[in-house]
C-alpha cells in the first residue's frame, strides 16, 4: 500500500471515530438538555443514523451547506424520536450541539495549526498529532456542554424561540470558518509555510475563542432574561392570590355583618315563635321558622369544599358564571391540613374558572362549566371542564403558565384536552 493510500485510508478512519465521538457527547447533551433519561440503545441508533447519513453525503458529494442542514435535522430527530423531547426543546439542543462541536474542533484546528508552525513534524508523529487534536476536541466539546447545561435555566422548552436567532447566526457563522479555512488541513515539512500561516491561525484562534465568549454570553443574558420572566409571572400569581385574599375577606366581613344582624335580632324572632305557638297558631309558626332557616342558610357559601378560601372563590366565579347564563356544577373535595398552600390553591382556581368562562362566552348553544376533585391517594386530583368554540385549541396563555407553576411546586402534572367543543383541564398535585 502506498503512502498516499495509507493516508487517505487513516483520514477516512480519523473522521469516523470523530463522527462517531461527537455523535455520543451531542446525544449525551440532548438527553441532559431536554430532561430526559437516554437509553443504551439510543446509542448504536443514532451513531448509526448519522454514519449512514455522512456515507450518503459523501457519496452524493453534496454540498457543505447541505450537509450541515442534514446533520442538524438528525440532531432535531434524535431529540424529538429518541429523547422524546419537545420540538423547542430539541431543536435548541440541536442547534447547541452541532455549534458547540464546531466550536471545539475550530478552536483544536487554529492550536493545532500554530503549534505545527513552531514544530515541524513528519512521519508517524504528523498522524500522532492529528489522532490528539482530534481526542482534544472531543473532549473539549464534552466540557464544554456540560458548562452549557449547566449555565441554562429550568425552562428550556417554553422560551427556545429567543435563542434561536442569534444562536443560528454563531454557528453559520462558524460554520463558514470552518469549511472556508480548514476544509484543506495541510501537513508539510516547509516550516516557512508554516511559519507564514501562524499569524493567520493565530487571527483565527481569537476569533473562535471571542465565538466561545459570545455563546456564554448569549446563554447568561438568555437565563436573566428567564428569570425576570419567571419573576414576572410568579408576581402575577401572587397578584391574583391577594385579589383572592381580597374577595374572600369582603365576603367574609359581609356574612359577618348580616350574621351580626341575625344575632341582634334572634331575641325578637323568638318571642314571635313563641307567641304564635302559645295562640295555637303552630302552621304559621313553622311557616316563620321556614323563613328563618332560609335567611340563615343565605349566609353560608353554595359552596363546601373544605376550604374556606376556595369556598368563597367559588362562589364568586360561579356567580359570575351564572349570571351570564353559564350552567354551574360543583362537585370538589378538598381535604383538610393537606399541605396545598392557599395562596397556590387561589391562582389554580382563580386562572382556571376565569379561563373556563371565557371560552364560554365565547361558545354557542348551551354552556356549562363543571369543577369536581377529590383526593386520590397521596395526590389531589382536580378537573375543570367546561364548553369552548370549535377548531384547534387556543395558544396557552398567561393563566395557563400560572397554573402550571404553582403545579410544579408540588411536583404536580397539567393536562389539557380539546375536542368536539369541550375543553378539559386535568390537574394532579402531590399532596402527601
Given at each position: 500500500?502506498?503512502?498516499?493510500?495509507?493516508?487517505?485510508?487513516?483520514?477516512?478512519?480519523?473522521?469516523l471515530a470523530c463522527l462517531l465521538g461527537q455523535g455520543a457527547v451531542q446525544l449525551h447533551f440532548a438527553a441532559r438538555l431536554?430532561?430526559?433519561?437516554?437509553?443504551?440503545?439510543?446509542?448504536?441508533?443514532?451513531?448509526?443514523?448519522?454514519?449512514?447519513?455522512?456515507?450518503?453525503?459523501?457519496?452524493?458529494?453534496?454540498?457543505?451547506?447541505?450537509?450541515?442542514?442534514?446533520?442538524?435535522?438528525?440532531?432535531?430527530?434524535?431529540?424529538?424520536?429518541?429523547?422524546?423531547?419537545?420540538?423547542?426543546?430539541?431543536?435548541?439542543?440541536?442547534?447547541?450541539?452541532?455549534?458547540?462541536?464546531?466550536?471545539?474542533?475550530?478552536?483544536?484546528?487554529?492550536?493545532?495549526?500554530?503549534?505545527?508552525?513552531?514544530?515541524?513534524?513528519?512521519?508517524?508523529?504528523?498522524?500522532?498529532?492529528?489522532?490528539?487534536?482530534?481526542?482534544?476536541?472531543?473532549?473539549?466539546?464534552?466540557?464544554?456542554?456540560?458548562?452549557?447545561?449547566?449555565?441554562?435555566?429550568?425552562?428550556?422548552?417554553?422560551?427556545?424561540?429567543?435563542?434561536?436567532?442569534?444562536?443560528?447566526?454563531?454557528?453559520?457563522?462558524?460554520?463558514?470558518?470552518?469549511?472556508?479555512?480548514?476544509?484543506?488541513?495541510?501537513?508539510?515539512?516547509?516550516?516557512?509555510?508554516?511559519?507564514?500561516?501562524?499569524?493567520?491561525?493565530?487571527?483565527?484562534?481569537?476569533?473562535?475563542?471571542?465565538?466561545?465568549?459570545?455563546?456564554?454570553?448569549?446563554?447568561?443574558?438568555?437565563?436573566?432574561?428567564?428569570?425576570?420572566?419567571?419573576?414576572?409571572?410568579?408576581?402575577?400569581?401572587?397578584?391574583?392570590?391577594?385579589?383572592?385574599?381580597?374577595?374572600?375577606?369582603?365576603?367574609?366581613?359581609?356574612?359577618?355583618?348580616?350574621?351580626?344582624?341575625?344575632?341582634?335580632?334572634?331575641q325578637n324572632h323568638l318571642v314571635v315563635l313563641d307567641g304564635l305557638l302559645a295562640a295555637g297558631r303552630a302552621g304559621e309558626?313553622?311557616?316563620?321558622?321556614?323563613?328563618?332557616?332560609?335567611?340563615?342558610?343565605?349566609?353560608?357559601?353554595?359552596?363546601?369544599?373544605?376550604?374556606?378560601?376556595?369556598?368563597?372563590?367559588?362562589?364568586?366565579?360561579?356567580?359570575?358564571?351564572?349570571?351570564?347564563?353559564?350552567?354551574?356544577?360543583?362537585?370538589?373535595?378538598?381535604?383538610?391540613?393537606?399541605?396545598?398552600?392557599?395562596?397556590?390553591?387561589?391562582?389554580?382556581?382563580?386562572?382556571?374558572?376565569?379561563?373556563?368562562?371565557?371560552?364560554?362566552?365565547?361558545?354557542?348553544?348551551?354552556?356549562?362549566?363543571?369543577?369536581?376533585?377529590?383526593?386520590?391517594?397521596?395526590?389531589?386530583?382536580?378537573?375543570?371542564?367546561?364548553?369552548?368554540?370549535?377548531?384547534?385549541?387556543?395558544?396557552?396563555?398567561?393563566?395557563?403558565?400560572?397554573?402550571?407553576?404553582?403545579?410544579?411546586?408540588?411536583?404536580?402534572?397539567?393536562?389539557?384536552?380539546?375536542?368536539?367543543?369541550?375543553?378539559?383541564?386535568?390537574?394532579?398535585?402531590?399532596?402527601?
Amino acid at each position: 500500500m502506498t503512502h498516499t493510500a495509507w493516508a487517505d485510508r487513516f483520514i477516512c478512519w480519523l473522521n469516523l471515530a470523530c463522527l462517531l465521538g461527537q455523535g455520543a457527547v451531542q446525544l449525551h447533551f440532548a438527553a441532559r438538555l431536554l430532561k430526559q433519561r437516554e437509553k443504551w440503545w439510543n446509542y448504536p441508533i443514532f451513531l448509526a443514523a448519522i454514519w449512514a447519513l455522512d456515507q450518503v453525503l459523501i457519496r452524493l458529494q453534496a454540498p457543505w451547506e447541505l450537509a450541515a442542514a442534514a446533520q442538524l435535522l438528525a440532531l432535531y430527530g434524535a431529540g424529538r424520536l429518541l429523547l422524546q423531547g419537545r420540538p423547542g426543546a430539541a431543536g435548541l439542543a440541536a442547534v447547541l450541539g452541532a455549534y458547540i462541536t464546531q466550536l471545539s474542533f475550530g478552536i483544536l484546528n487554529a492550536l493545532q495549526m500554530i503549534l505545527l508552525s513552531w514544530w515541524v513534524v513528519g512521519g508517524p508523529l504528523v498522524y500522532a498529532a492529528a489522532v490528539g487534536a482530534s481526542a482534544a476536541a472531543i473532549a473539549l466539546c464534552a466540557v464544554l456542554c456540560g458548562a452549557v447545561g449547566r449555565l441554562l435555566g429550568p425552562d428550556t422548552a417554553g422560551r427556545a424561540a429567543l435563542l434561536a436567532p442569534p444562536l443560528l447566526f454563531l454557528s453559520a457563522a462558524e460554520l463558514y470558518l470552518l469549511q472556508t479555512d480548514y476544509a484543506q488541513l495541510i501537513y508539510s515539512r516547509d516550516a516557512r509555510f508554516l511559519l507564514a500561516q501562524a499569524g493567520r491561525h493565530t487571527a483565527l484562534l481569537a476569533m473562535q475563542l471571542l465565538g466561545l465568549a459570545a455563546l456564554f454570553c448569549t446563554l447568561y443574558a438568555w437565563r436573566g432574561v428567564c428569570r425576570g420572566l419567571e419573576n414576572e409571572a410568579a408576581l402575577s400569581a401572587l397578584r391574583q392570590a391577594a385579589e383572592a385574599q381580597k374577595a374572600y375577606l369582603a365576603e367574609a366581613a359581609a356574612r359577618e355583618e348580616k350574621t351580626r344582624a341575625l344575632r341582634h335580632d334572634w331575641q325578637n324572632h323568638l318571642v314571635v315563635l313563641d307567641g304564635l305557638l302559645a295562640a295555637g297558631r303552630a302552621g304559621e309558626g313553622r311557616a316563620y321558622l321556614q323563613k328563618l332557616h332560609t335567611r340563615a342558610a343565605a349566609l353560608a357559601p353554595p359552596c363546601h369544599t373544605g376550604s374556606p378560601v376556595a369556598d368563597v372563590l367559588l362562589s364568586q366565579k360561579l356567580g359570575l358564571a351564572a349570571a351570564k347564563g353559564i350552567q354551574t356544577e360543583v362537585s370538589l373535595t378538598l381535604p383538610p391540613a393537606c399541605g396545598l398552600d392557599e395562596l397556590d390553591l387561589c391562582v389554580i382556581l382563580a386562572n382556571a374558572l376565569d379561563n373556563a368562562i371565557q371560552a364560554c362566552q365565547n361558545a354557542q348553544g348551551q354552556r356549562f362549566l363543571r369543577v369536581f376533585g377529590e383526593r386520590q391517594g397521596n395526590f389531589l386530583r382536580i378537573v375543570f371542564e367546561n364548553t369552548c368554540p370549535p377548531g384547534p385549541p387556543a395558544p396557552a396563555g398567561t393563566g395557563l403558565g400560572n397554573i402550571r407553576a404553582a403545579a410544579q411546586k408540588y411536583c404536580g402534572s397539567v393536562c389539557t384536552e380539546q375536542a368536539a367543543g369541550l375543553f378539559r383541564l386535568d390537574l394532579l398535585l402531590n399532596i402527601s
